[in-house]
Each structure stands twice: as C-alpha cells, then as structure tokens.
C-alpha cells in the first residue's frame, strides 16, 4: 500500500464508520439512563427516508438533516411512550419498533426510489484541504462527519462532566435511588430515548445524503445492529464507541482491499467474519477476567420503572 | 333447540352448500385469475426484484380485469418460502411465479399438494408437472460489457463486485473477462465479494477500494445503484445491474443488463388461461428478448458500440457463442478446445475461472 491508496483507504473508512457512530452514540446515551433501544435499525431508516425525500422535495439538505433527526425522534417518542409510559417490555417493543420502521420507511420512500440526489457537499477550507495526507484525511469531509466527532465529544463531556450527565448516570444505575432523591426518573429516560433517536435519524441521514446518496428500502442493512452492539463493545463509554465504530469501518474496509490485492490467502467469507468475531471476543473479554464489575452494564438496563406512589 | 354442530350436519351441510355453488363456479369463469409472485427482496431495490415487479405490472396492463395479481416481498429463503407459496396457492391463485433460485424446494413441496395449481421458478433446475423453470441467459449480457469495457478501459484494470461465488456469479465473470480479453489481452480483472446480494452501504465501499487499486471499469453482480454512483463520483465507468441506473450514473454507465421478464410472465398467463400451460425448463437470452442491453452511455466511443453491437448481434445470430474455445482456466490447463464452446451444463456448474482473473 503506497502512501496515497492509504490516505484514500482511511478516507473510505472513515465515511464506513460514521453512520455507525452516530446511531451507537445516540444509544449509549439511552442505555446508560437504563433503557435498552432495540428500534435503532428502524430509527435509522426512518432518518434515512425522511432526509432523502426532504432533500428530494425542498432542495434543501439542511431541512434534510434536520427533519430526519426529527423523524428519529418521533421514532424514539413512540418507544418511549410505550416502554417508560405504558412500561412495556423494552427488548419486544425495539424490535417491534424496527419491523415498523422497515415497513414505514419503504412506504414513505416508494415513490422515490430511482431517483438521485446531490451529495451532501464536503467543506473545503482553502489551503488545509490541498494538504497532502492530512488534507483529504482531515479537511475533506462534510458537515455530519465532523458532527458525529463533536457529538462524541460533547457526550463524553456530558456524561462526566455535568450534573445532568451525572443524574442520567444514577438514573441508569439505580432508578428507585435516583427517584427516592427527587429525580424524575421517567423525564431523564424520555431525554435520553429522544436523543438516541435523533442520533439514529443523523446516521440515516448520513446513509441517504452522503455515503450512499439515494434511497433504497432497507439500505441500512443491518447498521443499526452493528450500532447496538458497538456499545457493548465500548463498554458504554463514549471514546471507545468512537474507536469501535473506527475499527469496525476499518476491518470492513481492509478486507475489501485485501480481496483486491488478492487477498493474503485467507479466503474472502474469513476476512468477512473478522469485525463480528472482533466483537465476539471483546464480549467474551469483558465478560470475564479482571475487568468484570468495571465494564458492566448500567445496573437498570432494561428494566421497566413505575414510581412507587 | 339450539344448533348442534356435528361431524353428520357438517358434511351434509357442506355437501349441499358445494353443491349449491357448483352451477355458480360455472358462471364465475369470467372472475380474474389469480397470479402470485413471491420476491425475495423489497420491490424497492431498484435491482432483481424491481425487474421483476416490472414484469407483473405488465402483466396487469397487459391483461387488464383479467388477472388480480398478489406480490409478498422480502421472502427469506427457507422454512418462510414455503409458507408463503403455500398461502399463495392456498388463496385462490392459480399461477404462481416463485422469483429467485432459493425458492426451488419449498415450491417442489408446495406444488405436490397444489397439483391444480401452476408454478413457475426462476433460475432452479428442478421441474414437476405443474412446475416449469425459467432462466436468463445473463452471461450473453457481460460478454457484450466486456467488449464495451475493452475500448474503454485505460489502465487494463477492472473491479468486479460479487455476491457468492455461485455458478451463476462465475460464468458472468468469466463471460466479462473473456470477451474482454479479445480487446485486451492482458487485461486484470479484480474480484471483490461482497457475500451479500444487496448491502448498498458495503457495495459502494468496495466499489471505492477496487477504484483506488487503479481500477477504471466497475462491474457488479449485487443489486443496487451503489457501485455505478461511487464510478460516477470519481470519474470512472461501470455497468448498471438488472435496470437501467442512468440516473444514478448518467456519465458512468456504458451500458447495463436489463432483466426483461414481462414478455414470458405474458406468456404463461396467457397459456394457462389457454389451458395450455406445460412444464419446461427455458434459458433465454438477448435472442429472445429476455435479457436485453441498455442504451449505450456518452462514453461509450463509436468504436466500442460497434464491438459491443458485434458481440450483441453475434450471439443473437448464433455465430459467436462467449464461451467458443479455446478457453484456459487459472492453471493453464485447456477446457475446451478450440471450435468447440462450452455446453450449458458445463455452464451450470462452472466452479472455475478463467485467465486473467484475480478472486
């Protein structure tokens, strides 16, 4: 690999891994308030759908990005109102929430299936963006790659750093403490469902308007279950989803290369398996050995919560 | 005294309903007929099964008040197949188009207990009375992009997506390769799997691998636009795959392979509103119409169109055949000799590649 086709390699890895970032960062914050989102896969579509068609209608891709991050969040209403409200079991109300979303976004996108779209333009600053190697691999992006960055930042801030980061932490942790201080359990859990979801819409947005700019059923393909277990992988810890989501792009993306190099004489459907076997073994890693206890899961995950009145 | 259901009542019940109903099935003759069609994917994917909703929906034009047609999408191929056909049969249809090669033996097992009902499954190999296979000649199709691809690639280097290295996948690349090797001899064809049918996010990213290894031509045997946009973006040329993706690729596209079933899906309506419906097994080609080639693109200079018209009229014509020996495999051993090509068995279960290919 010559400095060049390496340069064009982390490019095309960085574009695989930002979807997958967005949609991961958006449940580590759900999941660490203790609610377990399922429906990423369906939020996703939904925001894939709805910024494409916007884009589509009104010309605007701004509308397209932010109407998609609505339309994950109106996702993420319906869960929350059904699992927090109606504290209905979590893991079947996400999958639910998923077929819907399969189903919901096909409609709403049949009528614009064939049809292309400008790519979202990526920002040049003049000068930086002519920088060989750093110039591409830096300057060259559009507006949501570096917002899938500045979000990671900013929750990782949030969470340590702020009360409120703190109070959605001991919401996660233990829900009846939490209450029986004066936090109101519920409110924290629809804030956090509700920026999952938006996160969820931004990685569909980023599917339809840059990494593939075009709507076709299902094009997610399984992302959002990636997504979900990226945030096992970083063990709920937001610079770590970053790198997983980074890692996972690049295994991803280093097969393919491999394959057309000729590949180091493993065969192709190996080299296809390593990102999910990397996953596999990280589980098993924090599963056992000395770690345990400090990469658990938030203690509520999952669990319903009805106030004691 | 209150209605007492029993095993007598029942069966004289619906003795004398059925025999009510006789004379009027009689009458019902002028009712639609019902056609079936289970897809493998959503009919949004602009690829296979988009193609061959496209086919349905000219059977609905075609015949009008004549048929009702039922489609079910996103049919997992398994245990789910055959519920689905068996609801189809079930519910009243009397033909039924079963649209990819994993739906093979839940339609044997459905059509056993249907024998009224018709069958029609594409790209198996298996047949029963009531089941005919049909099949599309796609290989005719690469041969003629290799031509194509021969007077335009630049760097002698092609990428080419695929899915599963399945026969049908294999004999494509090698009907690419060889046909563009009679342009290029020492041309490198790059094989990229993608072990998906459809994944636009991974299709795409292979496409920009493959791209940045030198590739100038792109082909793919995965069904979405993906590919031939990314060609578009970095000023390279490809291939569309089952429909006409110009709008995706209104530079990028020299040409693409249309899979055209409407025509047949016609047919076998008709014959078996005819009551002539027999099983067969067909594998057509750019003869007769089922597989066709899109309008060429703006790249495509006048001396690649006329080599792809020769390969194109050539086959249709029967002299040229795109597996006519001589024909090399990886090893450099002789498959077949010169003046002889290829028979359609061999064909079936090709599990070899031929020169110049890189898997």
Known sequence: MSFDSTTLVLVTVISAATPLLFAALGELVAERSGVLNLGVEGMMLAGAVTAFAVTVTTGSATLGILTAALAGALMALMFGALTLSLTSNQVATGLALTI????????????????????????????????????????????????????????????????GGMILRAVGESDVSAHSIGYDVIKVRYLAVLFGGVMAGLGGAFLSLSYTPMWVEEMTAGRGWIALALVVFASWRPWRVLLGAYLFGGVTILQLYAQGTGGFGVPAQVMSMLPYLATIVVLAVIAGGPWKGRLDAPACLGQPFRPAT | MPFRLSRRTLLAASAATSSLLLPGRRLLAQEPMGVGFAYVGPIGDYGWTHAHDVARRAVVEHFGDRVKTTYVENVAEGPDAERVIRQLASSGNQLIFATTFGFMNPTIRVARQFPQVKFEHATGYQTAPNVAVYNARFYEGRAVCGAIAGHTSKSGIVGYIGSFPIPEVVMGINAFTLAMQKVQPDVQVKVVWVNSWYDPGKEGDAAKTLIDQGADIICQHTDSPAPLQVAQERGVHGFGQASDMQAYAPQAQLTAILDHWGDYYIDRVQAVMDGTWETHIIWWGLKQGMVKMAPYGPAVTPEAAQAGDAVREGIIAGTLHPFDGPIENQAGEMVIAEGEQLSDEQLLKMDWWVKGVQV
């Open chain 1, 100 to 163: 819907f979303g399969i189903g919901l976004s096909a409609l709403v996108g049949s009528g614009f299936v064939g049809i292309p779209v400008e790519r979202l333009p990526r920002l040049r600053i003049p000068g930086l963006s002519d920088l060989p190697v750093i110039g591409p691999l830096l300057f060259g992006h559009d507006v949501l790659v570096y917002l899938s960055v500045a979000a990671t930042a900013g929750v990782a801030w949030f969470l340590k750093r702020t009360r």
